[in-house]
Each structure stands twice: as structure tokens, then as C-alpha cells.
């Protein structure tokens, strides 16, 4: 091989004939492990502390640990839905599975989902190394450049936030896409396409398996659609594919031919969340934004070139890094626009200059333009969030590579070269890793997190609103109720805060104050639904059942399976004593979720109320197939068994019930009436009924007319009449005393009974 050749070889610009895919020799085995290995460690020692991390209250709720559906694990119910459904304004199907086997795995136990995002981020920083070095053949070259994208501190929000799951995983696809690539492109270079080897590790067999990988990475996450010109760039270099006919390179218009499928799959993605609500489209009923606004083409414009400036300098100089960046209310000043747009023309000017003595230059940079294009804010995404760390996972690879390549060439001359860059690579690498330690350790909860957020940026309304919210978790009202206010005071149009203050509010007793913002919430967000449910609970709270009724029935205008808004809407009609009306309200949630046991044992009582007794039994018993320690549903079911006149097992309930729970004053006093009034004297025990009555009347105080009621039928029934007409007697003067005259009345003729020695008998049982 002549010198010329070998320094293109070392420099990754041609491929090695030989070898490419031949069995690698031990010496090159062993400098990949230790390699890897050393990545891994990197990794852990950054990112090793997330198994002690929680989740956070931006977006992980939604994502996992309050998602009914994900919560579950791994059911073909809930693959189908994963499939049929968005995640926060995102489809993401692989990324939601990967989520429902954490959840199967690990339940909510968060240390267990952030490690598997430090595993899917260590196995695509590995791959990354592997790929460049197959590529190029260039070892240091290409562990710098894994280094800096496994360890720079921008990595920390795809990491660190469990939510970003689509990054790592997706991530991981895209460096198996490009594995997969490689090995097709260096088989095609060394003629084997022209004997169309189609057995594994064959090129076409590679070609199919990058397309099957580029799929599973779409989704993961649609970011990746950009992949294709990727690929396109690879051709350039380090593959060369463009321009070495010695080596059988087709010329451009085949290698694009070539693209065709993987395009025609980003188009594909392309146009699916084009139809997904929320992203391209109008935004799904509830989806809320801070201000409700819409950019125009021009200011969305501006805020892209600050900002791939902004990224290059956090590449550099990653300081101050929050989440999230919101965008400036008087939209990007002038100079900054200006100041960025130089800078980005100057480097564009640069690497074309440079095209050819430098190739990955133009690569690298295209690289990170490309990439960047899908979340530059162009086609918008968010209008409230100028741009964010987890949006350079990939992209930021192309700068790592030029600035790599660039920094190895330009220092080809100098004396001590290996020293020197040996202690730069030591210096930059131990500066990342501390960096990224310390980025990453604010992601341990909410409240440091948004706290940090707040030190970067003290006009951060997201922050500061989420920073609310974990004050109200941990039961610090009055901290939230000042974090909304403040909130509010810098972004009085924010929805989302005027909600969180009402539900504040709301906690801490003041209904009123809840009624208004949610009431504000609404008029800023007409389709709130969740202000809108809350202000129809606090409506009823306040005793106002139609206003109450008519915010339900808003929610159900607007979305009809919502099951929150039809179950409140049931018990607003059940309190208001429209049986009819709540027995179709809790069918319809039942329909919805049929797994909901509170809403079919509110089904039963409300049949009860309607006198269909038959039915009531029925919906009882079904509750109790799912759950048979439900000791409120089997007291329930034993007042409908006596009311049916089928005392046996209504005692039988009550028994039920109290062994589930001991204490339960309700099943104790139904057990002490049936056992003292009961027709059929075989049921009646005294004895019994007078202890449980006792203990009944001790647990609720001895002030509640009905136990005390029972307590006298119990007397009467052991023959202790003048107990019985003493306890009767200071029933009937507090049924008095707090206005309940039909008890009163009953408790005078039972008096009278009792008077003349003479047992209560319950015949309408």
C-alpha cells in the first residue's frame, strides 16, 4: 500500500479492502472491550446516582406512575392502546411499551426506570464508539467522540428524566440503524452486492435490518426521520461512497435511489403525527399551554438560528443548563438574532470552504443542522419553550465528530502530538464528567430540580408553577399558594397556574378563592377539562348542584368518554336525588373503565335508592368478584339482602364486612339491629346484638341518635328494658335537639314499646 493511501486509510477517508468484515484480530478485540468497558464505567459514575432519584411532576405522571394503562405492564390491552394512543402529545409505541415493562418489572419504584434509561444510554454510547470505528478505523478518534456524547452535561435531561425514555431508546435504535448500515455499505465496497449475499451478515441482509432498526427508532421517537440524509452524509465520509470508483462507488443519484425506502418511512412517520392531536393539528380537548399563543412564522425563525447558537455554546461552555428554557414574552431581541445568524453563516462558509481537504467538517456540521431540524421550532412543537437540552441527544454527535476530526488534523505537525492531546482528551473528559455529576444530581426530585430552574432563570413561570405543585405534594400549601401567585404575577395568562392555585385553595378551605381561579382558568382555556371538572366540584362543594352539573355536562360536550367528569356528574345527580339520572352516568363510566369498583358499587346504591333491590344485589356481587375485601361493598350488599327480606345473608355480610374491618360502625350497627329486631326469631340474639351496639355507640362517640337506637332495640331484645328506655329516651332528645323529627317520632313509638315491656320488631325487612 503506497503512503498516500495509508494516511487516507488512517484518516477514515477510504475503506480497508481487507478485514471490513473479515474476523477482527485479537489485538483490535481487545482495545474495543477495554473501550467499552471504560465507557460504561463513565456512564455509572455519572449517571449511576439516578437509581436513587424519583420521578419528577413534569410529564413522568402522565408517562408512568399515574397512567392507569402503562401501570399495568405488559397486556395485550394495553399494547393494543399503546399503539392506538399518544403520550403527551406524542406517538411513541415502543417507547410506552418499554415504560409498561418497567412498570411489570419495577412497579413505580422509579430508581428501577431510571436505571434502565442509564442501560439503553450505555448500550448507544458503546455502539456509537463501534460504528465510528468501523467507519473509520480511527480508535481514539472515535472514543472521544462517544465520551463527550456519553458524558457532556446536556446529556443529563435524557438521562436523568424518566419521560425521556423516547431519547435513549430511540437513541439506541438510530446507533443499531447505522451498525447495521455500515456493514451493507462496506460489503457493497468489497463487490459482495454483486453476488447478492442475502444470508446473515450479508449486504442485503444488512440493508433489510437497517430498515427494520430505523423503524423501531421512528417508534421510539419521530426525531430520528431525519436518519436518511444521515445516512446520505455517511456516503460522503467516512464510507466514501460518492467519489472512489476503484472501489465500485455508485455515483450520487444510485446512492439516493438506495435512501428511497428509509425516506419513504420518514414520510410515512411524518405524516402519522401529522394527524396526532397536539403536534401539527389543533391540540387535543385539555392539552393546556402557558399562554395559548401561536408564533408567527417569522419569530419562529429567529428563535431557531439563537437557537443552534445557543447549542454550539452549551456544546462548548455547558453552564447554566436548566429545564425548561421558556421562550422571551417580547419574543428574541434583535441583536442576539443578528449576532447568531453571523455566527452560523461564518461556520456554514467555513466548512464548504474546507469540503473537500476536510470532509468531516461539511458532514458533521450538516449533521447537526439536519437533525435539529424537526425540534428547531420551525414546524412549532411548543410556544412557550424556546429550546431544550435533550433536543442535542443525537444531533449534537455531528458537532463531536468535527471538532474530533478537526482538532486530530490540525494537529498532525505538532511536536509531542500524543502527549498533548492525550492530557487535552484526560482534561476535557474528567471537566464533563464532574459537569455532568453535577447537572444530573438536580434531577433527583421536583423540588430541586425546579429549584435550580429558578436559580438559572428567577422568571421561569414552568419552574416556578411545577415548583408549586411539589410543594403542594409534600403537603406545603402555603409554599405552593406563593409559588402560584408569583407565577401568575409574571404570567398572568398561564391556565395551568390559575388551575393549581384553585386546587390550592381548595385544600386549604377557601372555596370561594378556588371557585375564581378556576373560573380564570377556564376563560383563558375554554376547554380546560380538568379546571373545568374542579370547578364543578368546587361548585358542589359550595352547595351549588346546578352550576355544578352544567360544568360536567361542558366536559362531556367536549369529550365524551371522559369517565372523571361523568362519574362526578353521577354523584352530583345521586346527591340531588335524581336516582334515574346517576344510574345512566355511572353505566356510561362503567362502560369506559369496566374495572371501576367504586363507580359499580355507587351503581348498586343508587339502584337500592330506586327500589331495584334485584338488580342492586347483582352489581354488589359482581363488585365483590374483583375485589372481596371490599368491606363497604359487602355492608351494602347486606342491607340489600334485609331489605329483600333475605336476613340470613344479610348477616352474613355484615359478618363479612367486620372481619375486613373490624371497626366499621355501620356494618356493626346493621349487624346489632338485625341480630335484635329480626322477625325470625331463629336470626335474634340478644346477647350479641347488645355488645356490638355497645361498641358501636363507643366508636361514634355516643352523640349519633341511629347506634343509639340500635343500642335500645338491643336491650329490649336481652330484656333490660329500662336500659332500653333510658338509651331511647336520649336518642329521642338529640334526634331533637338537630331537627330530625321523623326519627323522633319513630323513637317515641319505640319508646312506648320499650315502656311496656315489649321488643322492637323490624317487619319491613
Known amino acids: 500500500m503506497t503512503v498516500a493511501k495509508k494516511k487516507l486509510l488512517q484518516r477514515g477517508r477510504i475503506p480497508a479492502r481487507k478485514g471490513a468484515d473479515a474476523i477482527v484480530s485479537t489485538d483490535v478485540r481487545r482495545e474495543n472491550f477495554i473501550v467499552c468497558v471504560c465507557l460504561v464505567l463513565m456512564i455509572a459514575a455519572v449517571f449511576g446516582q439516578t437509581a436513587r432519584f424519583a420521578f419528577i411532576n413534569y410529564d413522568d405522571s402522565e408517562n408512568v406512575y399515574e397512567n392507569s394503562i402503562v401501570e399495568k405492564g405488559l397486556t395485550p390491552h394495553s399494547i393494543g392502546w399503546a399503539f392506538t394512543h399518544v403520550q403527551v402529545a406524542n406517538w411513541i409505541p415502543l417507547t410506552t411499551l418499554s415504560h409498561m415493562l418497567d412498570c411489570q418489572l419495577f412497579g413505580i419504584n422509579a430508581g428501577g426506570h431510571h436505571l434502565v434509561n442509564v442501560l439503553f444510554h450505555a448500550a448507544t454510547a458503546v455502539l456509537l464508539f463501534l460504528v465510528l470505528r468501523r467507519m473509520t478505523g480511527g480508535m481514539w478518534r472515535s472514543f472521544f467522540v462517544a465520551a463527550v456524547f456519553a458524558i457532556h ?25 447505522l451498525l447495521a448500515y455500515a456493514r451493507y455499505a462496506q460489503g457493497m465496497l468489497r463487490g459482495e452486492g454483486r453476488e447478492s449475499k442475502t444470508g446473515t451478515g450479508g449486504p442485503i441482509f444488512n440493508y433489510f435490518l437497517a430498515l427494520a432498526f430505523f423503524v423501531c427508532g421512528l417508534l421510539s421517537k419521530p426525531m430520528v426521520a431525519t436518519l436518511p440524509l444521515v445516512l446520505l452524509l455517511l456516503d460522503c465520509w467516512p464510507l466514501n461512497r460518492m467519489r472512489n470508483a476503484e472501489y465500485g462507488i455508485r455515483n450520487f443519484t444510485r446512492l439516493l435511489a438506495e435512501k428511497i ?18 403536534l401539527a393539528v389543533a391540540p387535543p380537548p385539555g392539552l393546556i399551554t402557558t399562554s395559548g399563543a401561536h408564533l408567527p412564522l417569522m419569530e419562529r425563525t429567529a428563535n431557531a438560528l439563537v437557537s443552534c447558537a445557543i447549542y454550539l455554546r452549551q456544546m462548548v461552555f455547558p453552564s447554566g443548563l436548566a429545564i425548561p428554557y421558556p421562550a422571551s414574552p417580547g419574543g428574541v431581541p434583535a441583536w442576539e438574532i443578528c449576532i447568531a445568524f453571523v455566527l452560523l453563516a461564518a461556520i456554514s462558509a467555513g466548512v464548504f470552504a474546507w469540503r473537500k481537504k476536510m470532509p468531516f467538517l461539511s458532514v458533521g456540521w450538516l449533521w447537526f443542522l439536519g437533525m435539529l431540524v424537526p425540534v428547531i421550532g420551525i414546524v412549532e412543537i411548543s410556544d412557550d419553550v424556546s429550546h431544550a437540552d435533550r433536543y442535542t441527544y443525537l444531533p449534537g454527535i455531528g458537532i463531536a465528530i468535527a471538532a474530533t476530526w478537526a482538532v486530530a488534523e490540525w494537529s498532525a505537525r505538532w511536536k509531542h502530538r500524543r502527549l498533548v492531546l492525550g492530557a487535552l482528551m484526560i482534561a476535557v473528559i474528567g471537566g464533563l464528567i464532574a459537569g455532568a455529576r453535577a447537572q444530573t444530581a438536580y434531577w433527583r426530585d421536583s423540588e430541586t430540580l425546579w429549584k435550580r430552574a429558578l436559580d438559572c432563570n428567577p422568571r421561569n413561570t414552568i419552574a416556578r408553577n411545577n415548583l408549586g405543585r411539589a410543594f403542594a405534594a409534600d403537603g406545603q400549601i402555603e409554599e405552593a399558594v406563593a409559588q402560584y401567585r ?33 373560573r380564570k382558568a377556564v376563560e383563558i382555556e375554554p376547554h380546560y377539562l380538568a379546571a373545568l371538572i374542579n370547578l364543578g366540584n368546587a361548585l358542589g362543594a359550595e352547595g351549588q348542584s346546578g352550576e355544578a352539573v352544567a360544568q360536567y355536562q361542558k366536559v362531556i360536550q367536549i369529550k365524551p368518554d371522559d369517565a372523571e367528569a361523568r362519574y362526578n356528574l353521577g354523584v352530583e345527580f345521586f346527591q340531588m336525588g335524581q336516582w334515574d339520572d346517576a344510574i345512566a352516568q355511572y353505566r356510561q363510566v362503567l362502560e369506559i373503565s369496566p374495572d371501576a369498583v367504586q363507580v359499580r358499587n355507587n351503581l348498586a346504591i343508587a339502584l337500592y335508592k330506586k327500589g331495584r333491590l334485584d338488580e342492586a344485589i347483582a352489581q354488589y356481587n359482581k363488585v365483590l368478584e374483583t375485589s372481596p375485601r371490599y368491606a363497604e361493598a359487602h355492608n351494602n350488599l347486606g342491607v340489600a339482602c334485609m331489605k329483600s327480606g333475605r336476613s340470613s345473608e344479610a348477616i352474613a355480610q355484615y359478618r363479612k364486612a367486620l372481619e375486613i374491618k373490624p371497626d366499621y360502625v355501620d356494618a356493626m350497627n346493621n349487624l346489632a339491629w338485625m341480630l335484635a329486631t329480626c322477625p325470625d326469631a331463629s336470626l335474634r340474639d340478644g346477647i350479641s346484638a347488645v355488645g356490638l351496639a355497645q361498641k358501636a355507640v363507643q366508636l361514634d362517640g355516643g352523640e349519633n341518635p341511629p347506634t343509639l337506637r340500635t343500642l335500645a332495640a338491643a336491650y329490649a331484645e336481652a330484656g333490660k328494658f329500662a336500659q332500653a328506655v333510658a338509651i331511647s329516651k336520649q336518642a329521642m332528645q338529640l334526634a331533637t335537639a338537630q331537627g330530625n323529627a321523623p326519627l323522633a317520632g319513630t323513637l317515641e313509638q319505640e319508646l312506648e314499646l320499650y315502656q311496656i315491656d315489649t321488643p322492637m320488631r323490624d317487619v319491613k325487612q
Open 261 to 278: 425506502p428509509f425516506f419513504l418511512l420518514s414520510a410515512a412517520c411524518c405524516a402519522a403525527v401529522a394527524f396526532v392531536p397536539g
Open 486 to 518: 408569583r407565577t401568575l404575577e409574571i404570567n398572568p395568562g398561564f391556565a395551568e397556574a390559575h388551575h393549581n392555585l384553585g386546587i390550592a385553595l381548595f385544600q386549604d378551605g377557601d372555596i370561594a378563592g378556588a371557585v375564581a381561579q378556576y
Open 153 to 177: 452535561p446536556l446529556r443529563a435531561e435524557s438521562v436523568a428524566w424518566v419521560s425521556e425514555r423516547k431519547d435513549v431508546l430511540s437513541g439506541l435504535f438510530f446507533m443499531l440503524t
